[in-house]
């Protein structure tokens, strides 16, 4: 079987998402000793390479995402489950720093999917989990996830891309605390 990470690493006009990729490949190599693909457009790929991914998916970034403070193209993970050339995957945020092995545990898990459901904040260590809306379910994070190329794995992403595709739906049916695409609002609700 083979294991792997996957990031999805698309430049915007305020960040550098590929120079991120770059620096967490670097920490997986390090800490997990895994090969780490990136999908990414060929506008965030650097003229000068800066460091070699095991595997690069070129894809079409989807730039329709708006955060107050400008264009954030955070769509299209649900393609994951069909774009990762591995048996098992680790599917991290660009951002995400990987400090130890930990996540290498992840993969031993008896579950074929696997995601965080709460989160610590350091400088806020007992604030509340944050949930979709004031009625609604407690948020899954979308940003380190394991999964395997099973028959569920694959329609948590079908769900996924569904549910990206009519988020406007779901924002009002939730009555989300944010209409902006979020894939931990997406995750959770798949």
Same mark, same amino acid.
């Given at each position: 079987?083979? &294991?792997?990470?996957?990031?999805?690493? *698309?430049?915007?006009?305020?960040?550098?998402?590929?120079?991120?990729?770059?620096?967490?490949?670097?920490?997986?190599?390090?800490?997990?000793?895994?090969?780490?693909?990136?999908?990414?457009?060929?506008?965030?790929?650097? !003229?000068?390479? %800066?460091?070699?991914?095991?595997?690069?998916?070129?894809?079409?970034?989807? !730039?329709?995402? !708006? &955060?107050?403070?400008?264009?954030?193209?955070?769509?299209? &993970?649900? &393609?994951?489950?069909?774009?990762?050339?591995?048996?098992?995957?680790?599917?991290?945020?660009?951002?995400?720093?990987?400090?130890?092995?930990?996540?290498?545990?992840?993969? $031993?898990?008896?579950? $074929?999917?696997?995601?965080?459901?709460?989160?610590?904040?350091?400088?806020?260590?007992?604030?509340?989990?944050?949930?979709?809306?004031?009625?609604?379910? %407690?948020?899954?994070?979308?940003?380190?996830?394991? *999964?395997? %190329?099973? !028959?569920?794995?694959?329609?948590?992403?079908?769900?996924?891309?569904?549910?990206? %595709?009519? *988020?406007?739906?779901?924002?009002?049916?939730?009555?989300?605390?944010?209409?902006?695409?979020?894939?931990?609002?997406?995750?959770?609700?798949?």
């Amino acid at each position: 079987m083979s &294991r792997g990470a996957l990031l999805f690493a *698309f430049n915007s006009p305020k960040f550098n998402y590929y120079d991120m990729a770059v620096a967490t490949a670097k920490r997986i190599n390090y800490f997990l000793d895994i090969p780490v693909t990136i999908v990414t457009d060929t506008d965030s790929v650097p !003229k000068k390479q %800066k460091y070699i991914f095991d595997n690069v998916i070129l894809a079409e970034a989807d !730039k329709t995402n !708006k &955060r107050d403070w400008g264009m954030w193209i955070n769509k299209g &993970r649900y &393609r994951a489950f069909n774009l990762s050339p591995y048996d098992e995957t680790l599917l991290l945020d660009t951002d995400y720093m990987v400090n130890s092995n930990k996540l290498l545990k992840t993969f $031993d898990l008896p579950t $074929d999917f696997c995601c965080h459901d709460n989160t610590s904040f350091l400088m806020y260590p007992n604030a509340e989990q944050e949930v979709l809306s004031a009625y609604s379910f %407690k948020t899954l994070w979308a940003t380190a996830v394991t *999964f395997e %190329k099973t !028959k569920r794995s694959e329609l948590i992403f079908q769900s996924l891309e569904m549910i990206q %595709k009519n *988020f406007e739906h779901y924002a009002q049916l939730h009555g989300f605390i944010s209409a902006t695409f979020r894939n931990d609002y997406a995750l959770t609700l798949a």
